[in-house]
C-alpha cells in the first residue's frame, strides 16, 4: 500500500506531546510510528502489524531510522499480544465495509474492515490505555454517526475532532480523532487539503512541512 494523505495528516496532527508510551495498530511500514517518533523524542512506541510482509517492512524501516531504539516492531493480532497499557492508541484501521474486496488478499486485508475495524480498534483501546490516554484514528466522515454512537458507548467524550477535505468546495471526506475516556468537550477544526489549482494549501503544507522534501 502506498503512503497516503490520510496517514500523513494523522501522524502531523496527532498530538503526543504528554505521552510516554504508545501503540500503533495496524502499523503496516511504520509511517506513524516513525512520524511520532521524529515529532516526540520521549515517546516510546510498539508498532503491531498483522500481515507479515509490511511487519519486514515496517521493520526495515525502522532499523534504517535514527529512531530505532524507541520503536518496537511485533508481527502479531492486536488480541494475541500481551502488552501494558499505555498513553496513546494511534491507528489509520481499514474502514471499507462493501461487500467487493480486492482479489488481491493483502490489499484486501489493508483496505476492509475484517478483524481490526473501528468497533474492534475501540474495544482494544479499552483494555489498553491508562487512565487518561487518548485513542488516535482516522475514518469516512460518511460514518460519523455510526462511529460516533459506538466512542459514546464506549465513552470516549473528550477530545479533538479534525474534518478533512480535498479542496474548499468539496464536501468533507474524513475525521480525524483523538479522544480520551473522561467527561469534556471536543474541539473540531476543518483541514483542506489542496487549493484550487491543485497544490497544496498552506495550513496543510504547514501541518505537514516536517515530512515532505
Known sequence: MKVGTDSVILGAWTDASHCRTAID?????????????QRFAELSITAIEIDPGAAADCLSNVVASPFANRINVINDDIFSVDIPRVDLIICNPPFFTETLHSPDKNRAEARHEGNLGIDNLIKFSLGHLNEGGTLAFVAPSQRD??????????????????????????????????????????????LTV?????????EYACLTSDFYL
Open 25 to 37: 495498530v495496524g502499523a503496516g511500514c511504520g509511517l506513524l510510528s516513525l512520524m511520532l517518533a
Open 145 to 190: 454517526s455510526e462511529i460516533d454512537l459506538s466512542l459514546a458507548i464506549a465513552g470516549f467524550a473528550e477530545g479533538r475532532l479534525l474534518h478533512m477535505r480535498q479542496r474548499d468546495t468539496r464536501p468533507i471526506v474524513r475525521s480525524f480523532r483523538q479522544l480520551s475516556i473522561r467527561q469534556g468537550i471536543i474541539k473540531s477544526d476543518t
Open 194 to 202: 489542496n487549493n484550487h489549482d491543485g497544490s497544496r494549501s498552506h
